[in-house]
């Protein structure tokens, strides 16, 4: 069975500072999902890694893939409030491309505080 | 719409009661899916549709939860004699394409709230 783990669970860091959100899972998987969830709102798709090294940037937000240690990292840099969210990472439980079966970790919850 | 709607938005409803979830997925998107989150956890699988047909139920937990999508766009996830397990919130997602190829990004809805008092 596949696992996903995330860590921390809760986040609650300040404006202007630099932090990392971590996704482990436990069989190989060459697809991960980064998604952004606002509290009663959709999943918002953030970042596809598709490959080992892989390395994604969407403004304060950096994701990195690492296959051989089946972990990617959600790197956040000089935080702002708008950030504040909950993140989840999710990975491709069939392999060979089946993008739909995702196993989701339990999500990050994120306060920016001023 | 311009992206997925789920209708209700929330549900309350008396233990053993039959429940319907409608999905609207995004106009001229082929597959749809079908998750659900529990609260303080991450979506799970339910169900996938291809067109109409469902390529893959195997997330679906037990006989009390049935899905289809008969005209290969709306789709409807139907819950029998609920239990109160089974609140939580019902998410749907499509993608332009199969599951798999380059236009298969899943854009997500709302998501229907049911609690099952």
């Known amino acids: 069975e596949l696992k996903v783990e995330q860590n921390p669970l809760f986040l609650s860091m300040q404006e202007g500072k630099n932090y990392t959100i971590y996704c482990n899972y436990s069989?190989?998987?060459?697809?991960l999902y980064w998604y952004r969830q606002d509290p009663g709102k959709s999943l918002e798709s953030l970042f596809v890694l598709l490959s080992n090294g892989a390395v994604k940037q969407e403004g304060r937000l950096m994701a990195s893939l690492d296959t051989k240690a089946r972990l990617s990292t959600l790197h956040i840099t000089a935080a702002v409030h708008d950030l504040s969210a909950t993140y989840f990472c999710?990975?491709?439980?069939?392999?060979?491309?089946?993008?739909?079966?995702?196993?989701f970790g339990k999500g990050t919850l994120l306060t920016v505080n001023p | 719409g311009a992206g997925v709607s789920q209708t209700p938005s929330n549900k309350v409803t008396e233990k053993g009661k039959y429940v319907e979830l409608r999905c609207d997925p995004i106009s001229g998107h082929t597959a749809l899916y079908w998750y659900r989150q529990s609260l303080g956890q991450g979506p799970e699988f339910l169900i996938y549709f291809q067109g109409t047909g469902a390529a893959d139920d195997s997330g679906l937990p037990n006989d009390r939860f049935f899905a289809v999508r008969p005209e290969g766009s709306v789709s409807t996830l139907k819950i029998q004699r609920t239990e109160r397990g089974d609140s939580a919130v019902y998410l749907c997602?499509?993608?332009?394409?199969?599951?798999?190829?380059?236009?298969?990004?899943?854009?997500f809805g709302e998501g229907s709230r049911l609690t099952v008092l």
């Open positions: 069989t190989t998987s060459d697809r």
């Open positions: 997602a499509s993608s332009l394409g199969a599951a798999g190829t380059s236009t298969g990004e899943l854009f």
């Open positions: 999710a990975v491709d439980m069939i392999g060979g491309g089946s993008n739909y079966k995702l196993t």
